[in-house]
C-alpha cells in the first residue's frame, strides 16, 4: 500500500467530476485542462499528448494501467507512482499498480498526491503519487519537493484519459467474456444432442456440463449435483484439477437436505460465497477445500433439475458480478440442453423400438407362418412315405423346423424388451439364465413363454421363478446337451387355483452320459 497523504495535499476542483457526461463534455473538461497548462511548462506536453494516444489505443487493462503509472510519474517528477484499482464494492483495493520505490517514512515524503479515476461516472481507482524531485518543475514547488498546480492538471488529464480508456477496455472485456460464455452454452448443447460413441449417455451429459462449466468460470471444480429421495443433491459427475484424493471424495459425496443451501437451490435461487469453506450456511464437509464458489440451480421449465457447482480454490479471485450473472445464464442454457438432449434421445430410442417391433412382426407374420406351413406339409408327406428311413428323416426335419420356430419366436421377445435401464422382467432375466447356461450345456437352450408372463408374475415370485430356472439348468446340464424351458403363466391346478409353472426338460447326452433325467417342474401361485 502507498503511504498516508499527509496534509495538506494539492486540491483537484474536477476530482469529484471524473469521467461523467457525454463524449463532448470530456473533450471540453480536457480541453480546460489543456488551455490551462498552457501557461505552465508546455515541453511535458507532446509527453502527455503521446501517453493519451497510446493509453486510448490500448485494450489490456494492466498494460494501461502500468503506462498511467509510469507516464505519471514521468510527468511530474515524482520517484514512486501507484495506480490504485477498487474491488467491486469500492471498499477494498483489488489490484496496485507500481512504478519506482516508495518513499520511506513521513520525512521521505511530506507532500504526496492523489487523482480519483472514474470510469462511467463510479470510482474505479486513483492515481498515487509521492517523493517527488527537486528541480523538475520550475518555481519554489520544485525547490521544496511539493507537487504544483501543473503537476495536479497534468496528473488530472491522465486520469480522465484513463477513464476513459478503462471504460473501453471494460467493455471490451465483457463483450469477450460474454461471447466466450455464450460459444461454451453453445459447445455444450451440441455435445449433448451429439450423443456419445461409447458408454452412458447420462453420465456423459452431466460431465459435459461440469467439464465446460468449469473452464468458462476458471474454477478448480466443476460439478453436477441431481436431487435424491430424501432431498439432499448428490455429487453425479465432476471435473477437478485438484487431486485425486479430493476428486474421489468428492464424487458421490451430498449436500445434507437440512442445508440452507439446498434450501435456495430448491426454490431455484443461486448460491454465491466468496469462501465456501467459512461460509455459515455451508455444512456439508466438501466445502472444506473451496473458496469463491457458485451454486448455480440448473431450471427448465419452472422444476429444478439439480445443480452446478462452480468452485475456486481457497485464497483464489472472488467470482464478480458479470460472472455470477454470465453463470446462472450458462446453467439455466445446460438445463435446457439437458431437456434438449434427453428428448432427443428418447426419440432415438423410440426409433429403434419401432424398428425392432417392425422386424418381431415380420418375424411372426411371415417367417414364422412359412415355417409352419413347411412343416404341415413335411408330416403330410410323412403319413404318405413308403421307405422307413424316408419318414424318419421327415420326421427329425419336423423337429428342427419346430425348434427353429421356438428359436425364432425367443428371438421375437428378446426384441421386445424394454430398454436397458429399465428394470428387467421376468422373461429378460429367464432369457438371460438361459443364456448363461450355454457354455454348460454345449448349446443355448430354447425358451417358450406362454401367457402374459412379465404381466402376471410378481416381484417375489420373479425372484424365486429365476433362480428355479437357474437350479433346474444346472441339474439339467449334468445328464444332457441341450434343454427346453418352458414357463406357462396360465397353468391352473386341479383345485382351480391360478399358478405359473416352469418345466425343464434336458435333451440328448454324450456317450459317458446315462441319459437325460425327467423334466424338472415348478410351480408357484399368481400373486394377487
Known amino acids: 500500500m502507498p503511504p498516508a497523504s499527509p496534509s495538506p495535499e494539492p486540491t483537484d476542483p474536477h476530482a469529484g467530476a471524473g469521467v461523467e457526461g457525454s463524449a463532448a463534455e470530456l473533450a471540453e473538461r480536457t480541453a480546460q485542462s489543456l488551455r490551462h497548462l498552457a501557461g505552465g511548462p508546455l515541453s511535458r506536453l507532446p509527453q502527455l499528448l503521446e501517453a493519451m494516444v497510446a493509453i486510448g489505443s490500448d485494450l489490456d487493462v494492466h498494460r494501461v494501467l502500468h503506462r498511467i503509472a509510469e507516464t505519471a510519474a514521468s510527468l511530474t517528477g515524482a520517484r514512486y507512482a501507484a495506480v490504485e484499482v477498487l474491488d467491486e464494492d469500492g471498499e477494498g483495493l483489488r489490484d496496485l499498480i507500481t512504478h519506482g ?40 514547488a520544485a525547490r521544496d519537493g511539493r ?15 484513463a477513464g476513459i480508456a478503462m471504460g473501453n477496455a471494460r467493455m471490451h472485456a465483457a463483450a469477450r467474456q460474454r461471447r466466450r460464455w455464450i460459444d461454451g452454452a453453445a459447445s455444450v448443447t451440441t455435445a449433448l444432442l451429439a450423443g456419445p460413441e461409447t458408454g452412458s449417455t447420462t453420465e456423459h451429459a452431466l460431465t459435459v456440463v461440469a467439464e465446460k462449466g468449469r473452464e468458462l468460470a476458471e474454477a478448480a471444480t466443476g460439478a453436477v449435483l441431481l436431487p435424491q429421495p430424501d432431498g439432499a443433491m448428490e455429487v453425479v459427475a465432476i471435473s477437478t484439477e485438484l487431486p485425486e484424493p479430493v476428486r474421489a471424495e468428492a464424487y458421490g459425496g451430498t449436500i445434507p437436505p437440512e442445508s440452507p443451501v439446498l434450501h435456495r437451490i430448491h426454490a431455484g435461487l443461486a448460491v454465491f460465497s466468496d469462501d465456501f469453506a467459512g461460509d455459515p450456511r455451508s455444512i456439508s464437509p466438501l466445502s472444506r477445500h473451496y473458496g469463491p464458489t457458485m451454486l448455480l440451480p440448473l431450471r427448465s421449465s419452472g422444476r429444478v433439475l439439480g445443480a452446478l457447482a462452480l468452485c475456486r480454490a481457497s485464497g483464489g479471485p472472488r467470482f464478480t458480478h458479470m460472472e455470477r450473472t454470465l453463470g446462472a445464464q450458462f446453467a439455466s442454457q445446460a438445463a435446457l ?22 422386424i418381431a412382426r415380420d418375424l411372426h407374420d411371415l417367417v414364422i407362418q412359412r415355417l409352419f406351413a413347411t412343416g404341415m406339409l413335411l408330416e403330410s408327406a410323412q403319413r404318405t412315405a413308403e421307405l422307413p ?49 450355454t457354455a454348460v450345456l454345449g448349446a443355448r437352450p430354447s425358451v417358450q413363454f406362454v401367457g402374459p408372463v412379465d404381466a402376471r408374475v410378481g416381484a417375489e415370485c420373479a425372484r424365486e421363478l429365476v433362480a428355479a430356472v437357474g437350479r433346474a439348468l444346472a441339474e439339467v446340464a449334468r445328464t444332457a446337451t441341450s434343454a427346453r424351458v418352458v414357463v406357462d403363466a396360465t397353468a391352473v391346478l386341479a383345485d382351480g387355483r391360478e399358478v405359473v409353472r416352469m418345466t425343464v426338460t434336458g435333451e440328448g447326452g454324450g456317450e459317458s452320459m446315462e441319459g437325460p433325467a425327467g423334466p424338472v417342474v415348478w410351480e408357484r401361485p399368481l400373486q394377487p
Open 389 to 437: 428311413e424316408v419318414k424318419e428323416d421327415m420326421g427329425r426335419a419336423v423337429d428342427e423346423l419346430d425348434a427353429t420356430i421356438q428359436e425364432i419366436r425367443t428371438a421375437i421377445i428378446a426384441l421386445q424388451q424394454g430398454p436397458p435401464e429399465a428394470p428387467a422382467g421376468p422373461r429378460t432375466r429367464i432369457l438371460r439364465e438361459a443364456g448363461a447356461a
Open 101 to 140: 520505490s516508495p518513499p520511506k517514512g513521513r520525512p521521505a515524503a511530506p507532500f504526496a498526491l492523489r487523482v480519483p479515476i472514474k470510469v462511467q461516472g463510479e470510482l474505479f481507482g486513483s492515481v498515487f503519487l509521492a517523493g517527488k524531485a527537486d528541480g523538475v518543475a520550475a518555481g519554489a
Open 147 to 161: 507537487f504544483g498546480e501543473v503537476d495536479l492538471q497534468l496528473v488530472r488529464v491522465l486520469a480522465t484519459e
Open 337 to 358: 440442453a439437458l431437456v434438449l438432449a434427453d428428448r432427443h434421445r428418447d426419440r432415438e430410442r423410440l426409433a429403434v423400438y419401432e424398428d425392432r417391433d417392425r
